[in-house]
């Protein structure tokens, strides 16, 4: 008998619902009626009522006739829900679809992702600013400060910009026109990632060891670098 109940229970299926919109209804306009009236229209649809009466929909909810139908009719007035018509047979076919609200959850979720990688952006910003001055000993002057801007507006990742600096501190040459310089040859040469710039500065500076073995210079203790202004 309790197997039964229970198959009987397995039997009413369930329904996927992206737990996003629990977490952002309320930024989607929607209140906790309202996202239930959407669920009870989803759940009817996937039992295969596409189109239930106010009276149905009250069965299940805590709210008169009245009331479910006004939920509904604000619903589609707020874009959330589509009243759909079809003539199949000449014969009037209506039915409730929800697709409109998935589609504001979407535009949610980006609009969500792009905030917070503006916030991501500015605080990468905010820590590039901080490190050249610190790297530099001193505040950066208006100048540098709109060159700084102009190399993140160039699509130049933080990163990037941040191994540039590095670069030029190896080679002993800290000033803003070595700099960029450096992230104009990575450019030119397709260099978008921090492995990449790594990788083409160890080249150039085991092909710089080899030429000093071949051609005699002055003894020095200095660590070779590359001169990118000379390029």
């Known amino acids: 008998m309790i197997k039964d109940k229970l198959f009987a229970w397995f039997k009413e299926g369930t329904i996927t619902i992206p ?5 952002h209804y309320k930024a989607m306009g929607l209140n ?16 295969g009522n596409e189109f239930p009466t106010p009276g149905q929909i009250a069965e299940r909810m805590t709210f008169g006739e009245q009331q479910c ?7 589609v007035q707020k874009g959330f829900i589509e009243i759909k018509e079809e003539y199949p047979g000449s014969i009037l076919h209506e039915s409730y679809s929800i697709e409109p609200m998935f ?16 916030v991501k952006n500015a605080a990468d910003n905010e820590s590039l600013y ?24 160039e699509d130049h990742h933080a990163d990037i910009i941040k191994a540039a600096l590095r670069e030029s501190v190896l080679s002993g040459k800290v000033n803003f026109r070595y700099i960029d310089r ?9 260099i978008k990632t921090m492995e990449q710039a790594k990788q083409h500065s160890e080249k150039f500076r085991i092909h710089q060891k080899r030429a000093k073995r071949v051609k005699p210079a002055a003894a020095s203790n200095e660590i070779p670098f590359y001169n990118w202004l000379e390029q």
């Open 19 to 23: 737990s996003f919109l629990f977490s």
């Open 32 to 47: 906790e009626e309202e996202v239930m009236l959407l669920l009870q229209l989803h759940n009817f649809r996937e039992n």
């Open 69 to 75: 139908l006004g939920m509904v009719q604000r619903m």
């Open 103 to 118: 589609e504001k959850m979407i535009e949610c979720f980006l609009k969500t992702q792009n905030e917070a990688e503006i």
């Open 130 to 153: 901080t490190i050249f001055e610190k790297e530099f000993g001193r505040p950066l002057s208006p100048f540098e400060c709109e060159t700084l801007a102009m190399w993140m507006e």
């Open 182 to 190: 450096i992230l104009f040859e990575w450019k030119r040469n397709g």
